[in-house]
């Protein structure tokens, strides 16, 4: 599963870092403009 996030901030980051840590096959793609 391909997952592509906005905007995530620094909590947000702590999140995906457990979700990917979770499901392995899942590939997390995260743009914070800054």
């Not at 391909?2 to 743009?31: P, T, Y």
Request: glycine share 8%; hydrophobic share 45%.
């Amino acid at each position: 599963m391909n997952i592509l996030i906005s905007g995530f901030g620094n909590i947000g980051c702590r999140h995906a870092q457990a979700m990917l840590k979770a499901k392995k096959d899942w590939r997390l793609f995260v743009i914070e403009p800054s």
